[in-house]
């Protein structure tokens, strides 16, 4: 089946510190979706992108669709306690089924 | 708009017996989708629902199994409980729009299952 990679596995981080982490997949995304999980909670959605090369913010957090559509990226600035958690990239296929990357684990020291 | 709610969260039960889970997607959510989640194994696809039919199915055993009734709500069942089903085990809702790439799901708090 189709593998998303994500890296990397785990980050820590100064408080304050920028974060990047990225996904790539062995097909062609037609949407990538970026994810976060607190512990023990759901993953809850951040970033939704629909068109290969786009870039979107939603407050600190910036993604963008990989020009092959087969990548994706997410920064986050400036960090803060609050942004510790597991980050998921994901994606559906045209029969709807979703796929997720193995997750990184943001640790950010205060 | 309330989000998608399972129940219930936490559940300790052992080995051979069954549980059932229950999902309640988003109103007007038509499709929802299981997972199961473990350290080791990160998010594993269960199954899809859609119109109380399963649409997809991940590789998992026959002893874990799903339906959908008539208002989308859910229930996931796995027999003959084994310790390494404890897992966190989720549900997401999406709308099933005729646009695939706009199928965002949502996904609930999730049941923590632990199996002794």
């Known amino acids: 089946g189709q593998q998303l990679n994500q890296s990397p596995q785990s980050m820590f981080i100064q408080e304050g510190e920028d974060v990047s982490m990225n996904c790539t997949s062995s097909?062609?995304?037609?949407?990538w979706l970026w994810y976060k999980q607190d512990p023990g909670e759901g993953p809850v959605l951040l970033i939704a992108l629909y068109k290969a090369g786009e870039l979107t913010s939603n407050g600190r957090l910036t993604a963008q669709f990989g020009i092959t559509r087969k990548d994706s990226f997410l920064n986050i600035s400036a960090s803060i306690p609050s942004d510790v958690g597991i980050y998921f990239c994901?994606?559906?296929?045209?029969?709807?089924?979703?796929?997720f990357g193995t997750g990184t684990s943001l640790t950010v020291i205060p | 708009k309330a989000g998608v709610t399972q129940t219930p969260r936490y559940l300790i039960k052992t080995r051979g017996q069954q549980v059932t889970l229950s999902c309640s997607p988003i109103?007007?959510?038509?499709?929802v989708s299981w997972y199961q989640q473990t350290p080791g194994q990160g998010l594993q696809f269960l199954f899809e629902y859609f119109s109380e039919t399963q649409r997809n199915k991940g590789n998992f055993p026959g002893r874990f199994s799903g339906r959908q009734f008539s208002n989308s709500r859910s229930e996931m069942n796995v027999s003959t409980l084994e310790l390494g089903d404890s897992a966190l085990y989720l549900c997401?809702?999406?709308?099933?729009?005729?646009?695939?790439?706009?199928?965002?799901?949502?996904f609930g708090a999730g049941t923590r299952l632990s199996v002794l």
């Open positions: 109103s007007g959510h038509r499709s």
């Open positions: 097909s062609i995304f037609n949407t």
């Open positions: 994901a994606g559906p296929n045209t029969g709807n089924q979703f796929y």
């Open positions: 997401a809702s999406s709308p099933l729009l005729s646009s695939i790439a706009k199928n965002i799901q949502y």
